[in-house]
Protein backbone atom coordinates (compact mmCIF):
# COMPACT_ATOMS: atom_id res chain seq x y z
CA UNK A 1 0.00 0.00 0.00
CA UNK A 2 2.91 2.68 0.65
CA UNK A 3 4.48 1.71 -2.82
CA UNK A 4 1.06 2.21 -4.40
CA UNK A 5 1.15 5.29 -2.54
CA UNK A 6 3.83 6.68 -3.62
CA UNK A 7 3.87 5.75 -7.18
CA UNK A 8 0.55 6.89 -7.80
CA UNK A 9 1.82 10.01 -7.12
CA UNK A 10 3.94 9.85 -10.30
CA UNK A 11 1.08 9.45 -12.58
CA UNK A 12 -2.07 12.04 -13.43
CA UNK A 13 -4.30 9.39 -12.95
CA UNK A 14 -4.14 8.42 -9.28
CA UNK A 15 -6.38 5.20 -8.61
CA UNK A 16 -5.17 2.56 -6.12
CA UNK A 17 -7.61 -0.67 -5.97
CA UNK A 18 -7.26 -3.88 -3.82
CA UNK A 19 -8.71 -7.47 -4.39
CA UNK A 20 -8.56 -11.35 -4.01
CA UNK A 21 -7.95 -13.00 -6.30
CA UNK A 22 -7.34 -16.84 -5.66
CA UNK A 23 -6.91 -16.47 -2.01
CA UNK A 24 -4.41 -13.98 -2.14
CA UNK A 25 -4.15 -10.18 -2.06
CA UNK A 26 -3.57 -7.85 -4.60
CA UNK A 27 -2.98 -3.97 -4.87
CA UNK A 28 -2.94 -2.31 -7.90
CA UNK A 29 -2.20 1.31 -8.91
CA UNK A 30 -2.30 3.53 -12.03
CA UNK A 31 1.22 4.42 -11.36
CA UNK A 32 4.03 3.90 -14.43
CA UNK A 33 4.09 -0.17 -12.99
CA UNK A 34 6.39 -2.25 -13.29
CA UNK A 35 9.30 -3.20 -15.78
CA UNK A 36 8.68 -6.95 -16.53
CA UNK A 37 12.63 -7.71 -16.24
CA UNK A 38 12.49 -6.17 -12.94
CA UNK A 39 9.56 -8.47 -11.24
CA UNK A 40 12.28 -10.98 -9.97
CA UNK A 41 13.90 -8.33 -8.14
CA UNK A 42 11.20 -6.94 -6.18
CA UNK A 43 11.54 -8.84 -3.12
CA UNK A 44 15.89 -9.03 -3.02
CA UNK A 45 16.82 -6.64 -0.04
CA UNK A 46 17.96 -3.10 -0.88
CA UNK A 47 16.40 -3.40 -4.52
CA UNK A 48 14.95 -0.07 -5.36
CA UNK A 49 13.97 2.38 -7.86
CA UNK A 50 12.89 5.38 -5.76
CA UNK A 51 15.17 8.40 -5.25
CA UNK A 52 14.90 8.31 -1.46
CA UNK A 53 14.11 4.47 -1.14
CA UNK A 54 15.66 1.81 0.88
CA UNK A 55 14.42 -0.99 -0.43
CA UNK A 56 13.28 -3.25 2.38
CA UNK A 57 9.81 -2.94 2.72
CA UNK A 58 9.16 -5.76 0.21
CA UNK A 59 11.87 -7.70 1.94
CA UNK A 60 10.35 -6.90 5.10
CA UNK A 61 6.88 -8.36 3.60
CA UNK A 62 7.83 -11.04 2.21
N1 LIG B 1 3.49 -0.07 -6.84
C1 LIG B 1 4.69 -0.03 -7.42
N2 LIG B 1 4.84 0.59 -8.63
C2 LIG B 1 6.05 0.63 -9.22
N3 LIG B 1 7.18 0.10 -8.71
C3 LIG B 1 7.08 -0.52 -7.51
C4 LIG B 1 5.84 -0.61 -6.81
N4 LIG B 1 6.05 -1.30 -5.65
C5 LIG B 1 7.36 -1.60 -5.64
N5 LIG B 1 7.98 -1.14 -6.75
C6 LIG B 1 9.41 -1.29 -7.08
O1 LIG B 1 10.00 -2.20 -6.17
C7 LIG B 1 11.05 -1.56 -5.46
C8 LIG B 1 11.18 -2.17 -4.09
O2 LIG B 1 10.06 -1.83 -3.28
P1 LIG B 1 10.27 -1.80 -1.71
O3 LIG B 1 8.97 -1.46 -1.07
O4 LIG B 1 10.94 -3.05 -1.26
O5 LIG B 1 11.35 -0.63 -1.49
P2 LIG B 1 11.18 0.96 -1.60
O6 LIG B 1 9.72 1.30 -1.68
O7 LIG B 1 12.05 1.42 -2.71
O8 LIG B 1 11.81 1.48 -0.22
P3 LIG B 1 11.25 1.21 1.26
O9 LIG B 1 12.33 0.44 1.94
O10 LIG B 1 11.07 2.57 1.85
O11 LIG B 1 9.96 0.44 1.15
C9 LIG B 1 10.67 -0.09 -5.50
O12 LIG B 1 11.78 0.77 -5.30
C10 LIG B 1 10.15 0.02 -6.92
O13 LIG B 1 11.21 0.05 -7.85
MG1 LIG C 1 8.37 0.45 -0.22
Known sequence: MNNAVYWVGRSEERVIRFDFVDGKIVVGDT?????????????????????????VGLYLSR
Open 31 to 55: GPGIDRDDVWRLFQLFYTRRSSGRG
